[in-house]
């Protein structure tokens, strides 16, 4: 049987202050699979969510590795640019560190700048191959360290506030 529950993401007070008025943080969760997205307003199913929301990241737990997996990040083409990317993986970075069974965070950059100063890359994250591997792992403290840095030139300059 599958468990699904969604609602506002526990424990972001600090970060959904940093959305303009009327959005929040919500996630999905169907077992170890989430998704966490921006919005104005909760949706029942990922479908809604994937096309209705600002940005989402879809990742899942695995307890057995230890580990994030970060499967997706995406944002509505008009709010790219604005540091959707670094605010969706410091939410990442917060919930792994908030954890305490999940020792790291992996992905696959398939990004088009892979290789070439991904988002990834600028929060601490690092290739596990040479290119054009896309096989990555991240220390969750890194990207909450970094990301917040390079996330601070986009306050104020746009979508956060």
């Known amino acids: 049987m599958q468990v699904v529950t969604s609602g506002l993401l526990p424990g972001s007070d600090d970060f959904t202050r940093m959305l303009p008025d009327n959005y929040n943080l919500f996630f999905y969760r169907i077992d170890n ?8 307003f909760e949706y029942p199913n990922i479908s809604i969510i994937t096309e209705n929301s600002i940005a989402y990241a879809m990742f899942a737990l695995n307890y057995d590795d230890q580990e994030l997996i970060i499967q997706f990040i995406h944002s509505k083409e008009k709010e790219r640019g604005k540091g959707i990317g670094y605010y969706l993986m410091l939410i990442i970075g917060h919930i ?11 992905l696959d950059d398939d ?5 070439d100063g991904s988002v990834y890359k600028k929060v601490g994250c690092n290739y596990i191959n040479e290119p054009p591997y896309p096989e990555m792992e991240c220390n969750p403290l890194v ?14 300059k746009g979508f956060f506030i």
């Open 33 to 40: 699979q989430f998704i966490i997205y921006i919005s104005k």
């Open 96 to 106: 792994a560190k908030s954890d305490i069974n999940i020792k790291k965070i992996t």
């Open 111 to 115: 990004s088009t700048k892979a290789h």
């Open 143 to 156: 990207i909450l360290e970094r990301g917040m840095k390079n996330f601070k030139k986009y306050k104020g």
